[in-house]
Nanobody, 122 residues
């Protein structure tokens, strides 16, 4: 499984970006995490692929939207009203499978994309 994330860039506060992650279908759950040099990798959003149930970190709820395109086998993260604190490397990830789905835990995910940098200037 190869995940390829893209769509990051340098934007200003209040701008929008859409991240994409190709190759993310055929998994029970897929998600987005982000990481900065000062913090551990943190959960951003996740989706149960087949049913479309979504989950968000409190810090992004109402601003970010996770979605998927079955035909394109691609995961998206629409990020609106970006803030400087959203600056990070964003990773897409696909779960390892199993009976449970701890959607906000990095250990739940076996496959990771290479990361895409998002920088929000103030």
């Amino acid at each position: 499984v190869q995940l390829q994330a893209c769509g990051g860039g340098l934007v200003q506060t209040g701008d929008s970006l859409r991240l994409s992650c190709a190759g993310s279908g055929r998994h029970y759950g897929v998600g987005w995490f982000r990481q900065t040099p000062r913090k551990e990798r943190e959960f951003v959003a996740a989706i149960r692929w087949s049913v479309g149930q979504t989950y968000y970190a409190d810090s992004v709820k109402g601003r970010f939207t996770i979605s998927r395109d079955n035909a394109k086998n691609t995961l998206y993260l629409q990020m609106n009203s970006l803030k400087p604190e959203d600056t990070a490397v964003y990773y897409c990830a696909a779960d390892r499978g199993g009976d449970s789905y701890a959607y906000d835990q990095a250990y739940e995910y076996e496959y990771w994309g290479q990361g895409t940098q998002v920088t929000v200037s103030s």
